[in-house]
């Protein structure tokens, strides 16, 4: 075989490829993606958090029950994951009832039928600069998602704790629960730059103390334009900070 026809074999695979790994899952996405009630500046963040990728990674099918710890004001994966378990999964989100007032009437739309909030206090402590989790009784022990999106910077190492433990019990043995969150460099000292930002041997340690077991990690947020120094809503780096992306299973 000479060069061009090994050329022609390898694009010949490569197209392959590309064409079975478009599952009905990715469409499923793909379509939830374009749904009206998505926000111009929702669609801007598609390309740097790539749901498509990313929901595939984390081995979301459309049978499940997912957990989502606080979706606030923006929504941003239930406005992707409801109609996506629409019509063979769940969808339970957590947040505080202020939040799902502030979202109006987005939860009657028919594409969330399958999707039930649940309201949690979740208030802000000034003193501490961090939220304060209430009760986590969830009344939930089979799921199979329980995932936590740039929200486990937010709370002290008593509350992480207590929240890494509500994940344990709602999920099914086998169940996935999803980490991603800004990262800070490995052991650098917190301060109030990196506040938001989390050090991710130090959450690896931090879920398998309450009995997770670290099943993998993608780099698929890997941003080597970020020196890891900077506030994530500083101007250089917002919407394109390096974010760990940690999955653990329940053994």
């Known amino acids: 075989m000479n060069k061009f026809s090994t050329l022609s074999a390898c694009i010949t695979l490569l197209l392959s490829i590309s064409v079975s790994a478009a599952t009905p899952l990715h469409e499923k996405i793909t379509a939830a993606m374009k749904m009206a009630y998505r926000s111009k500046a929702e669609l801007a963040r598609d390309a740097n958090r790539d749901p498509v990728q990313a929901l595939t990674f984390i081995g979301l099918r459309d049978d499940m029950k997912v957990i989502e710890f606080l979706p606030a004001g923006q929504a941003w994966y239930t406005k992707i994951l409801g109609p996506v378990l629409a ?73 992480k704790a207590r929240l890494n433990r509500a994940a344990f019990n709602a999920l099914k043995p086998g169940g996935r629960y999803v980490v991603i969150d800004h990262t800070r460099r490995h052991m650098q000292p917190e301060t109030r730059a990196l506040g938001r930002r989390e050090d991710p041997v130090q959450v690896i340690l931090e879920v398998q103390a309450v009995g997770f077991e670290l099943e993998k990690a993608s780099n698929m947020f890997f941003r080597e334009n970020d020196a890891l120094d900077l506030e994530v809503g500083d101007a250089s780096v917002t919407g394109q900070t390096d974010r760990l992306f940690l999955v653990f299973k329940k053994p």
């Open 87 to 159: 019509d063979k999964g769940e969808l339970h989100l957590l947040d505080s009832r202020q939040t799902f007032t502030r979202w109006g009437d987005l939860l009657e739309n028919a594409a969330f039928k399958s999707t039930k909030a649940i309201a949690i206090e979740n208030s802000y402590s000034r003193t501490e600069g961090r939220y304060v989790l209430g009760e986590l009784n969830l009344g939930i022990d089979d799921a199979d998602l329980f995932l936590n999106i740039r929200e486990y910077h937010n709370f002290n190492e008593a509350d």
